[in-house]
């Protein structure tokens, strides 16, 4: 059949089909070929100061990871407060010029007993597959929610973290936050004493209130039947006479 300029509609129609899966064939074995070539991840070269692993999947170099845990996690304002830093060096080589960093010693709801008077605190050295503990103890004079938190966990504002190098003559270091074990919750003196308070002030006024509404009205129900009592034993002493 030809259309109105004796164009055969028919071998037209023919043409586009052969055409796109023409172009169906070339698009799937380009698929395929980009699936061989790049069936491995891509690898991304770390240089020297990267850690690496050994053979047998240790850690090579320094590198630190820790924890911080807070004792009690659940306190009450004007009371104490043991945080407990425990870092190790997983690596196989040792790690110096340690600074321990946290924002919550300078937290203006603390106040640092003793173990840090400031947020930084400093280490020399920490060996390979060394451990070291650091513990420093608060007053709570503020109330509030401190540690990680769904927010935190991601911009970190209240994260503990180590900086540390990898040699004693590294003009870079390396920083990694460190774990939090628990959070801390710290309550207001005012709550906890409303929500723990055996309230015996307050009951002995609802009793005392209590005697006062009920007694009042037996008190006088109890007048008035002496009166009437009275005044009837009066009349018949009357009538007797």
């Given at each position: 059949?030809?259309?109105?300029?004796?164009?055969?509609?028919?071998?037209?129609?023919?043409?586009?089909?052969?055409?796109?899966?023409?172009?169906?064939?070339?698009?799937?074995?380009?698929?395929?070929?980009?699936?061989?070539?790049?069936?491995?991840?891509?690898?991304?070269?770390?240089?020297?100061?990267?850690?690496?692993?050994?053979?047998?999947?240790?850690?090579?170099?320094?590198?630190?990871?820790?924890?911080?845990?807070?004792?009690?996690?659940?306190?009450?304002?004007?009371?104490?407060?043991?945080?407990?830093?425990?870092?190790?060096?997983?690596?196989?080589?040792?790690?110096?010029?340690?600074?321990?960093?946290?924002?919550?010693?300078?937290?203006?709801?603390?106040?640092?007993?003793?173990?840090?008077?400031?947020?930084?605190?400093?280490?020399?050295?920490?060996?390979?597959?060394?451990?070291?503990?650091?513990?420093?103890?608060?007053?709570?004079?503020?109330?509030?929610?401190?540690?990680?938190?769904?927010?935190?966990?991601?911009?970190?504002?209240?994260?503990?973290?180590?900086?540390y190098?990898?040699?004693?003559?590294?003009?870079?270091?390396?920083?990694?936050?460190?774990?939090?074990?628990?959070?801390?919750?710290?309550?207001?003196?005012?709550?906890?004493?409303?929500?723990?308070?055996?309230h015996?002030?307050?009951?002995?006024?609802?009793?005392?209130?209590?005697?006062?509404?009920?007694g009042?009205?037996?008190?006088?129900s109890?007048?008035?039947?002496?009166?009437?009592?009275?005044?009837?034993?009066?009349?018949?002493?009357k009538?007797?006479?």
């Amino acid at each position: 059949e030809k259309g109105g300029l004796g164009v055969d509609t028919g071998w037209v129609l023919r043409m586009m089909k052969t055409a796109l899966w023409a172009v169906a064939a070339v698009w799937f074995v380009a698929a395929v070929a980009a699936g061989e070539d790049g069936g491995e991840p891509d690898v991304v070269e770390m240089d020297g100061d990267e850690v690496g692993t050994d053979a047998g999947g240790a850690a090579s170099g320094s590198f630190l990871v820790g924890e911080r845990r807070f004792d009690p996690a659940e306190a009450v304002e004007k009371s104490n407060i043991t945080i407990t830093y425990v870092i190790h060096n997983v690596g196989d080589q040792a790690a110096y010029d340690i600074d321990l960093n946290d924002p919550l010693i300078s937290d203006s709801a603390f106040e640092v007993l003793e173990g840090g008077g400031s947020e930084s605190m400093s280490f020399d050295e920490i060996a390979a597959g060394g451990t070291i503990t650091h513990v420093v103890s608060l007053t709570a004079v503020g109330f509030g929610y401190f540690g990680d938190s769904s927010e935190s966990a991601v911009y970190k504002p209240q994260a503990a973290k180590i900086e540390y190098a990898s040699e004693r003559t590294a003009e870079t270091k390396r920083v990694h936050f460190l774990a939090s074990a628990n959070a801390l919750v710290v309550e207001d003196a005012v709550s906890y004493r409303k929500r723990t308070d055996m309230h015996l002030v307050d009951w002995a006024g609802f009793l005392a209130v209590s005697m006062l509404l009920t007694g009042m009205p037996y008190m006088v129900s109890e007048s008035t039947l002496v009166k009437v009592q009275r005044s009837v034993a009066s009349r018949s002493a009357k009538k007797a006479n």
